[in-house]
């Protein structure tokens, strides 16, 4: 027994020492991990799609070319409706700085004694104890696209290439993969139970996916609707960024609101009518949040905030901004796997044979009454 504790504690030893180097590891692939999650993570999203065609007898490549095919269209319709406009909206960015500072004047003036303390302070610390600034050179950008795409596109071309054909074998083959894996199983109770859990990641990655998606897209139409009554310019790319944006819980939309106001101040002179863009998202938003997603979505889709917070900072601080969006959906994965195989009791492996249920044991003889 002791020696079955020891290998124990040292299986577990090593694979905390795992768990611990696997982010720095995935961090320093990146290159590589990122977009071939991103793919798996799209490919098991599509799976519905695929075993929808293949009941009205299409054939599995030519199924997995078809979803692969419209979403390719789908996410290049998105990235047009928002790239293109926003583009050429923050290019006049230095020509509305001016009308930006007027119409937080009223701010800037709230904080003119602040920042005359502040800057009193700064001189006399200065006058004091002069402080040499550090030589700074600015970064050349580049001087024209081809030189851009020179630079930096070749990388990202590559990877969404890698990705999408990552995305269409995974598809191609997912028929005979699931019932290789499943009749590979010794037993029949191990065969349905990966069965079991082979469906419900697909089912749960692709409910939350779809579900969300058109959660989404109607709140960026709902609010691009908005802001078209307001004369807002590019109301469909704002409508865009909102729904994209809104990928990330809880980050997310602070930063849509926050660029909402920033186009609103960019936009209108009047301040109370620069600040109504954000206003309309930030409501937009409680609405969605409080009562229209818990009502489509319901308790079986339901995580804990708390793990959802620390799989956004973690997946976020490996991948960035397409961590934080794969944050939710790997989340559910991880969440399905261990609810089938089950959760490890840490703390019945510490201590159900050890020194706190002994010594519990020998304080409950000792107190029992004499005869």
């Known amino acids: ?54 009941r009205h007898h299409v054939p599995s490549p030519l199924a997995a070319l078809t979803c692969v095919l419209l979403f390719l269209v789908a996410a290049n319709i998105a990235l047009a409706a928002i790239v293109v406009p926003a583009t050429e909206f923050f290019r006049k960015l230095p020509d509305r700085i001016n009308r930006i500072q007027m119409n937080i004047q009223p701010v800037l003036d709230l904080y003119s004694t602040l920042e005359k303390y502040i800057n009193r302070t700064v001189r006399q610390l200065a006058a004091n104890d002069a402080v040499r600034q550090p030589q700074t050179v600015a970064a050349t950008p580049p001087n024209s696209i081809l030189e851009l795409a020179a630079t930096s596109a070749p990388t990202l071309i590559i990877q969404v290439f890698f990705a999408i054909l990552v995305v269409y074998f995974f598809l191609s083959g997912w028929t005979r993969l699931r019932k290789k894996t499943i009749t590979s199983r010794s037993s029949f109770g191990g065969a349905m139970a990966t069965a079991r859990v082979i469906q419900d990641v697909v089912d749960d990655v692709s409910a939350y996916l779809g579900t969300i998606t058109v959660i989404n897209l109607s ?104 961590g934080a969006l794969l944050a939710v959906p790997l989340l559910i994965i ?38």
């Not at 909402?260 to 009518?273: E, H, I, K, N, S």
């Not at 019945?348 to 249920?357: A, C, D, K, N, V």
Request: aromatic content about 10%.
């Open 1 to 54: 027994m002791r020696r079955d504790r020891l290998l124990a504690a040292l299986t577990l030893i090593c694979g905390i020492g795992l768990a611990l180097a696997l982010p720095f590891a995935l961090k320093a692939g990146a290159e590589f991990f990122l977009p071939t999650t991103a793919a798996l993570v799209v490919a098991i999203a599509l799976v519905p799609v695929l075993e929808w065609l293949e």
């Open 334 to 371: 991880l969440q399905t796997v261990i609810g089938a195989a089950g959760k490890p009791d840490i703390a019945g492996f510490l201590f159900e044979h050890g020194t706190l249920t002994q010594q519990r044991k020998r304080r409950g003889r000792n107190d029992l009454p004499e005869a």
């Open 219 to 322: 709140l960026g139409l709902v609010i691009a609707f908005a802001l078209w009554l307001l004369d807002m310019p590019f109301p469909l790319m704002w409508g865009g960024i909102v729904a994209l944006l809104n990928y990330v819980p809880y980050f997310g939309p602070i930063i849509a609101a926050l660029l909402l106001l920033l186009g609103g101040l960019m936009t209108f002179q009047d301040v109370w009518v620069a600040v109504l863009p954000a206003v309309i998202m930030i409501g937009a938003h409680l609405i969605e949040a409080n009562a229209v997603t818990p009502f489509i979505v319901g308790h079986r889709l339901t995580i804990n905030p708390i793990l959802i917070l620390i799989s956004l900072s973690f997946w976020g601080w490996v991948w960035g901004t397409t």
